[in-house]
């Protein structure tokens, strides 16, 4: 049963992620790759509050440069809501006011939390009682990390990264992200791997069809050991954003320089992660990079997915 919501403003927040390790499978005769990764939430945030409208729009604000995002039917937190709005036979519609934290095509699905955290702001809002199962069959229609925003924590990604099962993983990990100041597009890195195993055939291993996740990267997580986890982080998508953005092999070279265990760049980039062993190494990294005049911000991770906020 619908519930009435004309004055009611529903907060919701969702998680940016890092991809610890991606692994891209052969090229498919529909131009996408089947893939396999571990997720890991982290605590970086959007925000979504959502409010009763004839009809659906959003506006953003927050940290971040916002006034390239589309506000059209073409944004994802729009086709969202519409989607829920379809399922279950909702003829109002919904403003939206985004609050953004997660980097603009940075790798860390910045897009893809706003989704989540509209699925489920805007079925509290309009009192459709969806369940969770079904709130995740639209999450995948919309795309591949969405699923994963919705349930956050750590999970293995597979198929197009949206069949999700969740990985054990105990205690902190501690991160520090260098956000840059350009966004990068995740298809042309997607066809620069593509042409990036093309010129280099001879060289290096053919892709499988059907990639997996290293079981050292599980045992990692599992015991909850960053310095285990720096030595299998792995990313398939990371030689070819360096060739399209070469200024990011600065970047982990200054990290690593500066006490970083390991560096990856999350999904297909720009954000460069650094994994550290504890909160203090955390502090001493962020403020080297300040000092070189990079974006930084600390995180930890793994935290919840998306959550209804009671302000």
């Known amino acids: 049963m619908m519930t009435s919501a004309a004055t009611t403003v529903v907060h919701a927040r969702a998680p940016g992620k890092i991809n610890v390790f991606l692994k891209v499978g052969a090229v498919m005769e529909d131009g996408y790759h089947d893939l396999a990764t571990a997720y890991q939430a982290v605590s970086l945030f959007e925000e979504v509050r959502a409010s009763a409208a004839s009809d659906f729009s959003v506006e953003f604000s927050g940290s971040i440069d916002t006034s390239d995002l589309v506000t059209d039917g073409s944004n994802l937190a729009i086709k969202a809501a519409q989607a829920l709005a379809r399922k279950a036979g909702y003829r109002g519609g919904v403003h939206l006011e985004i609050e953004k934290n997660v980097p603009i095509a940075g790798g860390m699905g910045g897009g893809s939390a706003d989704a989540a955290a509209t699925l489920l702001a805007c079925d509290a809002l309009w009192g459709t009682n969806a369940s969770k199962d079904e ?21 293995i990604g597979t198929g197009r990264g949206d069949q999700l099962s969740p990985a054990l993983a105990k205690g902190k990990f501690q991160w520090v992200l260098a956000l840059a100041d350009f966004g990068m597009s995740t298809p042309g890195v997607y066809q620069e791997l593509d042409r990036h195993r093309d010129r280099h055939a ?4 053919p892709a499988q069809h059907q990639p997996s996740v290293d079981a050292n990267v599980l045992q990692a997580l599992r015991a909850g050991d960053p310095h285990m986890l720096a030595d299998v982080l792995h990313n398939d998508l990371q030689a070819p954003a360096l060739h399209l953005a070469p200024g990011l092999g600065k970047v982990l070279q200054l990290g690593e320089e500066n006490g970083a265990l390991a560096g990856i760049l999350s999904g297909s980039g720009p954000t460069v992660a ?32 998306a959550r209804l906020i009671h302000d």
């Open 274 to 305: 650094f994994l550290v062993a504890d909160a203090d190494s955390a502090l001493e990294l962020q403020v080297a990079l300040s000092a070189s005049r990079l974006r930084v911000v600390r995180v930890t991770g793994p935290v919840h997915g």
């Open 202 to 205: 001879q060289d290096i291993f």
């Open 135 to 155: 709130l995740l069959a639209i999450a995948a229609q919309l795309g591949a990390d969405v699923p994963f925003s919705f349930t956050g924590g750590t999970a």
